[in-house]
């Protein structure tokens, strides 16, 4: 399956920041799963910080994490804000976004987000439960999101492409 890998396009000041110790977890199991959470239970509340890396696997931070810092650097598959609820006899995922203002990944992302919960023995949500749509606006080259259906630069009102532009993207995978 191939995928788009998406660079970091957040500013460089926060790149800067990462460092390894603030890397995400990777979570590869159900059992890698529950200890994130009993190490993390916010999670439960307030939400987590995702990515899914270059091979395919999601990781994991507390919520307040930098998305850059979670990927350790790398160009990310997927990126957005995850939750988690404690159902028996496994968590579910309840919320997950596409929520990263560090690599505004477009909503097709999604299968890669769906292949990297199914490999953590989670079960997907039928799609995003909120989508952002991030665009580049050509015009004043600030990124933006489309609001209510609106292609609209909230910076300076110029009209936005209907198709994800936010930067340059490769294919990645087999
Ligand atoms: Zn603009």
Redesign the pocket.
């Known amino acids: 399956m191939r995928f788009l890998a998406y660079p970091y396009v957040g500013p460089e000041e926060i790149r800067r920041r990462s460092s390894d110790a603030l890397a995400g977890t990777p979570v590869s199991s159900l059992r890698d799963v529950r200890d994130w959470l009993a190490a993390n239970p916010d999670a439960l509340v307030e939400g987590a910080t995702y990515v899914v890396d270059l091979r395919g696997s999601l990781r994991l931070a507390p919520r307040r994490s930098e998305h850059v810092a979670c990927a350790s650097g790398e160009e990310v598959l997927a990126a957005g804000e995850i939750r988690f609820r404690d159902d028996s006899p496994q968590p579910s995922v309840v919320e997950v976004t596409n929520l990263s203002t560090g690599y505004c990944p477009d909503v097709t992302c999604w299968a890669a987000v769906e292949g990297a919960l199914n490999r953590a023995g989670l079960r997907p949500p039928s799609g995003f439960t909120t989508k952002m749509l991030f665009r580049r606006?050509?015009?004043?080259?600030?990124v933006?999101l489309v609001k209510d259906g609106w292609f609209v630069?909230?910076?300076?009102?110029?009209d936005?492409s209907s198709s994800w532009n936010v930067g340059a993207r490769r294919e990645v995978g087999d």
């Open positions: 606006c050509t015009a004043c080259g600030q933006t630069c909230v910076f300076c009102d110029a936005l």
